[in-house]
């Protein structure tokens, strides 16, 4: 009885894990696959529904393209995707990197495999990826965030940053940046940068950073919050306690609706952030257009594709060869908008 | 006089409450005077009230001499599912969606009790499955979005900073479970079954029934969390407070829980909770490097842990030698 049911449950198992497959990737043609960062975060979702839709566009089956939420903001979990789509197949894998650097054997493997490699939100070492579909210069981005500080701070005064975790690698980029931007121009001599922080895009952790900024800084003028859970999370801190401190950042438009006016009353007069759903969409065509071999991943390369800012040239990544695809310029949300992209994304 | 003292210097909890007074002071030391002022002390309840509530539930767990892993699942699905009911507009009546998360908790908790109880599955297997399936359904049910400060928008002003909704949620409950634990036959069933299975079913207890009881209040009191917590931080996200149920078991074990079952007490694990949101309070506050603050955690629990059990040691010698004379 008990052999018996062991039998049954195992020939289960095979039909299960059989039937997963199913829609297969037909061989004949590219297949394509988008790693994001983690499930559970609508930004992702959103990269992963341009994606999706230019995928349809162009007519690639839809056993073709794979996309993959990893179950944790790890570096452990993309590793595990990346092998089993090394395992499928895929001919191209456009991903979001949870680190710049543990990332790199295991596409190396990918690249062995003849698996072409694009990143897209957080870039990974230059020589394990072709392109990065970057959704904002760093130091577009970095300008932005330091030109509002620099304006909701009245042109002097501490500000602190609020930052995911510590290793995150398009956080690290802006802040670098942001530390650059103000150590070179003297305009922004009388700011002061006092920490630091990071909420590990956590809410609970975030909240008591941003609660220990408030009690260590009492000069403390803007927190500058480069990440969606962190500028929820601060939001919230500062327009519960009516703290004179305002906000800023790049946050989700619909998560921030709440908190984004010009009064007393909202702790944040204006964010950033470019349009994900976009930034998903010029991954797809990068990813088609390597695949077709329409492109190379060199500095110089163009490629056309249906989208406000096409064609896109391959720029130089600054300071070395590695080439980068800019989407476009941060787009700025205030109270004046801000009610009408909150239903977009 | 002097042997109520002695009595109370035997206490697990007064040596606990001694260290974490001393560490309160340095603390507000190294923090120039500011840690003790009164919106820090209130921030630190409502910012772990979520980990003090649980730890209620899992005093219960502990004490059978199980575990349950599942609670942040159960938060998760919980909150997301109340979060989603605001946000398609089916309710915002605080009340009903406390009540809603509580009884879908008091249902996951359930079902953890019955496996656990008649199932004879291991604690610790069962809540691991159950973590992933109420948190894989939180994912599912939310379809990788977030119920945002926008949605919850009105319901939230009951966990609002300032509002005194968390703390007498955290009030009752630990006044309940004084009484509970104290004064009533659930309770000294509770400690029976932990202390010696055996002898508690000879005895004449119920033993499986216990066990659901126990695993069906710490599911409610998950759910109850998930709402709280939606309240509290203003949003339902499907990844909420993941990892926290190590956060939940390390304050009853500070708290002087013991993990093999049988000992504990509400006041322990209150001050163990209490600790731990110090400790996490306070890292930010002292000027440590942030990537440092894992590491110091860390350390800082180990060694209050052992300090602990040190000083338990020598004060049970020390009792010990008095009674020889």
């Known amino acids: ?345 | 006089m002097k042997s109520f003292l002695r009595k109370l210097t035997g206490k697990h909890e007064v040596s606990l409450a001694i260290i974490m007074i001393l560490m309160f002071v340095i603390i507000d030391i190294l923090c120039g005077g500011t840690f003790h002022s009164f919106t820090n002390i209130k921030d630190i309840f409502r910012n772990n009230a979520l980990t003090l509530l649980m730890s209620l539930g899992m005093l219960l767990v502990l004490l059978t001499g199980g575990i349950d892993i599942s609670i942040t699942g159960v938060l998760a699905f919980s909150g997301m599912t109340i979060g989603l009911m605001m946000k398609n507009g089916v309710t915002h009546n605080v009340f009903l969606l406390f009540l809603i998360a509580t009884a879908i908790g008091t249902v996951c908790g359930l079902i953890n009790g019955l496996i656990i109880a008649k199932g004879k599955v291991s604690p610790i297997i069962c809540t691991l499955g159950a973590m992933y399936i109420w948190r894989g359904m939180a994912y599912i049910i939310s379809g990788n979005a977030w119920a945002s400060a926008q949605d919850v928008s009105g319901y939230s002003d009951f966990g609002k900073d300032g509002k005194i909704g968390p703390y007498i949620i955290l009030g009752v409950a630990f006044i309940l479970f004084i009484v509970m634990m104290k004064w009533s036959s659930f309770g000294r069933k509770v400690y029976a079954i932990g202390s010696n299975r055996e002898a508690a079913r000879i005895s004449g207890i119920n033993v499986d029934r216990v066990q659901i009881a126990v695993y069906t209040i710490m599911g409610a009191l998950a759910g109850l969390a998930g709402a709280l917590s939606v309240s509290i931080y203003a949003s339902a996200q499907p990844n909420m407070q993941t990892g926290k149920e190590m956060d939940v078991i390390a304050a009853c074990v500070i708290g002087g829980v013991s993990m093999s079952g049988g000992r504990g007490t509400v006041l322990g694990t209150l001050l163990g909770g209490i600790f731990y949101a110090i400790v996490y309070k306070a890292l930010p506050l002292v000027g440590l490097d942030s990537i440092w603050q894992n590491l110091i955690k860390g350390i800082i629990i180990l060694a209050v842990v052992v300090i602990n059990v040190v000083t338990q040691r020598a004060m049970k010698r020390q009792n010990l030698a008095r009674r020889e004379i």
């Not at chain 1, 062991?6 to 004949?28: E, N, T």
């Not at chain 1, 839809?62 to 395992?87: F, M, R, W």
């Not at chain 1, 895009?201 to 500058?224: F, G, H, M, R």
């Open chain 1, 1 to 345: 009885m008990k052999k018996l049911l062991c039998i049954a449950l195992s020939i289960l198992m095979i039909i299960g894990m059989l039937s997963a497959c199913a829609p297969g990737i037909d061989k004949s043609q590219a297949s394509y696959a988008l790693v994001t960062k983690s499930a559970g975060n609508p930004y992702n979702e959103k990269e992963a529904e341009g994606f999706e839709k230019v995928m349809k566009a162009m007519g690639v089956p839809a056993g073709n393209y794979i996309i993959k939420h990893p179950e944790a903001a790890t570096v452990d979990a993309q590793i595990n995707v990346i092998n089993s789509l090394i395992s499928q197949g895929v001919s191209c894998i456009a991903i979001a990197a949870n680190d710049a650097n543990a990332l790199s054997s295991v596409l190396k493997e990918a690249k062995a495999a003849g698996i072409k490699i694009v990143t897209l939100d957080s870039d990974v070492a230059v020589e394990d990826r072709l392109t990065f579909c970057n959704q904002a210069g760093v130091t577009q981005v970095a300008q932005a965030l330091v030109d509002a500080v620099y304006d909701i701070a009245g042109g002097e005064g501490e500000y602190a940053i609020l930052s995911a975790t510590s290793q995150a690698t398009n956080q690290n980029a802006w802040i670098d940046a942001m530390k650059a931007i103000t150590a070179s121009d003297s305009k922004y001599s009388k700011l002061t940068l006092v920490e630091v922080a990071y909420g590990d895009d956590e809410n609970q952790k975030s909240t008591d950073q941003t609660q220990a900024l408030l009690a260590k800084y009492p000069n403390l003028k803007v927190i500058c919050a480069p990440t969606t859970v962190g500028i929820a999370a601060a939001a919230k801190v500062l327009q519960d306690k009516g703290s004179s401190v305002k906000l800023t950042g790049l946050g989700l438009p619909s998560e921030m609706a709440e908190f984004i006016g010009d009064d007393a009353a909202h702790s944040c007069p204006y964010m950033f952030l470019w349009n994900p759903i976009d930034l998903g969409s010029l991954a797809a065509y990068a990813s088609i257009a390597l695949a077709e071999g329409k492109i190379t991943g060199k500095v110089g390369d163009t490629f056309t594709c249906d989208m406000e800012n096409s064609p896109y040239t391959l720029t130089a990544v600054e300071g070395t060869t590695a080439s980068e695809i800019i989407l476009g310029a941060p787009f700025r949300f205030d109270s004046s908008n801000i009610a009408e992209w909150a239903k977009v994304y």
